[in-house]
């Protein structure tokens, strides 16, 4: 109950493309659902982030759709980019810990 | 510049050392968090910490140890009972509970 399953495991898509990354979860108590993107070598970074009472946000290039009643979240790259080219986590928050999503791993060809 | 920053960048241990891995914010955030990511996979919670002198244990904390002496500070041991020690640590912080968290740039343990 505490997992966050992501789907796919990689990605790959041409430059100008619309990759979408998939999670869904059991607990119904995650209550807080962020994005993470990850160089190779880096730190992850908080891409966009979204709670259960929205369906959708947008931040520039980057969606995330979220069906509350499916415990299903994803995330939409628009025009991608080469350097959009990462790995991609989906996480959920209950309580102290965030549980991440085993993550995507997207490349963009030019 | 306000951010988390992790030392050092590369760190080198034999068999039976104790090391320990700097992490530092000055974002005045109250919760700090370290976390092991192995080659291709997510990220693993080893301990957290919502407030100064008070951490939890996290999913994997065997053969690890912290201290929370100072609000900005959360140092993480890897002690000689970590057996598979090599991995990419990861620090983060947050402003508290179902609060995003902010990644620092990591620390690669590697063993000799």
């Known amino acids: 109950q505490q997992q966050v399953k992501q789907s796919p495991q990689s990605l790959i898509v041409q430059k100008g493309g619309i990759p979408i990354i998939n999670c869904a979860y059991e607990?119904?108590?995650?209550?807080?659902f962020p994005w993470y993107q990850q160089f190779p070598g880096k730190g992850p970074a908080l891409l966009i982030a979204i709670r259960p009472d929205v369906s959708e946000k947008k931040e520039g290039r980057f969606t995330i759709s979220f069906n509350k009643s499916a415990k299903q979240f994803s995330l939409h790259i628009m025009d991608s980019q080469p350097g959009d080219s990462a790995t991609y986590f989906c996480?959920?928050?209950?309580?102290?810990?965030?549980?991440f999503g085993t993550g995507t791993r997207l490349q963009v060809f030019p | 510049d306000g951010g988390i920053t992790q030392s050092p960048k590369y760190l080198f241990r034999k068999e039976g050392q104790n090391v320990t891995l700097s992490c530092e914010q000055n974002l005045n955030h109250d919760a700090m968090y370290w976390y092991r990511q192995d080659p291709g996979q997510g990220l693993r919670l080893i301990y957290y910490?919502?407030?100064?002198?008070?951490?939890q244990k996290g999913d994997i904390a065997e053969g690890y140890s912290v201290s929370r002496e100072k609000k900005e500070s959360f140092p993480l041991t890897v002690t000689s009972a970590q057996k598979n020690p090599t991995a990419f640590y990861l620090c983060a912080s947050s402003t508290g509970r179902k609060k995003a968290q902010y990644f620092g740039p990591g620390t690669r343990l590697l063993v000799l």
């Open positions: 910490s919502q407030i100064v002198n008070d951490f």
């Open positions: 607990n119904t108590a995650f209550d807080y």
């Open positions: 996480a959920a928050i209950n309580t102290d810990k965030l549980i």
